[in-house]
Nanobody, 123 residues
Framework: QVHMVESGGRLVQAGASLRLTCTAS?????LAWFRHSTIRQREFVAF????????YYADFVKGRFIISRVNANNTAYLQMDNLEPEDTAVYYC???????????????????WGRGTQVTVSS
């Protein structure tokens, strides 16, 4: 069992930047960020493979977010720039254990999840 903890979410104004941090209690494989809001439910945001060779983003990111990681520290980050009110959501990090065949944007791929961190963007 790997415990994941997100941090860094807070209230900001549109156009601001935030960096979310995901800290794991142990080895993390491929890692994704998802977000959940009452309007759009759960959405895939970004994925990064353990070796960094595969990185994918949701279309709505539009080059504003960057996912990164430091494997030695079991830590991952989501740098978010030019935030928009539509980015308001609870952001979750999730790690895969083994590749179960689900695609990277599918929540079923990831058995380990944090409890989320709230990001609120005011207009």
């Amino acid at each position: 069992q790997v415990h994941m903890v997100e941090s860094g979410g807070r209230l900001v104004q549109a156009g601001a930047s935030l960096r979310l941090t995901c800290t794991a209690s142990g080895y993390i494989g491929g890692l994704a960020w998802f977000r959940h809001s009452t309007i759009r439910q759960r959405e895939f945001v970004a994925f990064n493979s353990r070796n960094g060779g595969q990185t994918y983003y949701a279309d709505f990111v539009k080059g504003r977010f960057i996912i990164s990681r430091v494997n030695a520290n079991n830590t991952a980050y989501l740098q978010m720039d030019n935030l928009e009110p539509e980015d308001t959501a609870v952001y979750y990090c999730a790690s895969e254990s083994t590749n179960n065949g689900a695609p990277y944007y599918n929540a079923l791929r990831y058995p380990y999840w944090g409890r989320g961190t709230q990001v609120t963007v005011s207009s």
